[in-house]
């Protein structure tokens, strides 16, 4: 069964305990919190205080989506935030491995994000080293923008890869992501699904999970 995971950056930050409320009686596996830095990303959201607010209000896992230049000067206040996970951009750091291995010595779990352009081959030296792959579906820095098609031969092409290195990354999807789409986004190999705007714009946000959830 997939992993579900809503995106808080669609929540409504003015009533953030209730959408916590919301997510922790849903069937939502994990929480997905979206960090921009307006340098690496158009945009700029919240920091490890807000993270660390939100995780104080949960049980659930903690995915922390770093888009941010230089995150090896943060993800220790990631950590001690609550992030059971931290995903850091390929694009963003000149000393991945590096980045990597600091992030595993914090005793949590490690992903690497890659953006549309970055073809999944770049992943091949370190698919062994980490625990999820984030595959943008969109060009990373706002919620609500429509799914990339090419998502899904990148998916199978992952998927593939990781099978030849017998490694044991999650393939998670982030962007775009609909009721309409998440079948054939599981059928091509994905294992975690974001959904920002799908959950949280819907008229019954536990509702929403709950169909997510049961797709196959
Ligand atoms: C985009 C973020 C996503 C985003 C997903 O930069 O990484 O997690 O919030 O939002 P939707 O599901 O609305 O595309
Ligand atoms: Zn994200």
Redesign the pocket.
């Known amino acids: 069964m997939s992993i579900i995971a809503p995106?808080l950056?669609?929540a409504d930050f003015t009533q953030l305990q209730k959408d916590c409320e919301m997510l922790n009686k849903s069937e939502a596996d994990w929480y997905?919190l979206?960090v921009?830095d307006g340098k690496f990303?158009p945009?700029i959201s919240f920091g490890p205080m807000i993270v660390q607010q939100i995780c104080s209000l949960t049980k659930k896992y903690c995915d922390v989506?770093l888009?941010i230049e230089e995150p090896e000067k943060y993800v220790e206040a990631f950590k001690n935030a609550g992030a059971h996970n931290i995903t850091v951009h390929l694009e963003a750091c000149k000393h991945l491995h590096r980045n990597i291995q600091q992030i595993k010595a914090l005793g949590i779990h490690v992903g690497v994000a890659v953006n549309p352009h970055t073809p999944v081959e770049t992943l091949s030296d370190i698919i062994n080293d980490i625990d999820l792959v984030c595959l943008?579906s969109?060009?990373?820095?706002?919620?609500?923008?429509a799914f990339i098609p090419n998502t899904l031969s990148k998916i199978r092409q992952l998927r593939q890869l990781i099978q030849t290195k017998n490694s044991e990354a999650k393939i998670e999807i982030?962007?775009?992501?609909t009721l309409e789409n998440a079948a054939e986004i599981l059928k091509a190999g994905a294992d975690v699904l974001?959904?920002?705007?799908?959950?949280f714009k819907s008229a019954n946000p536990l509702q929403t999970i709950s169909e997510l959830k049961h797709i196959s």
């Open positions: 995106s950056l669609s997905h979206d921009m990303v945009n989506h888009m943008m969109v060009n990373p820095g706002f919620g609500g923008q982030d962007g775009g992501v974001v959904a920002g705007n799908t959950v």
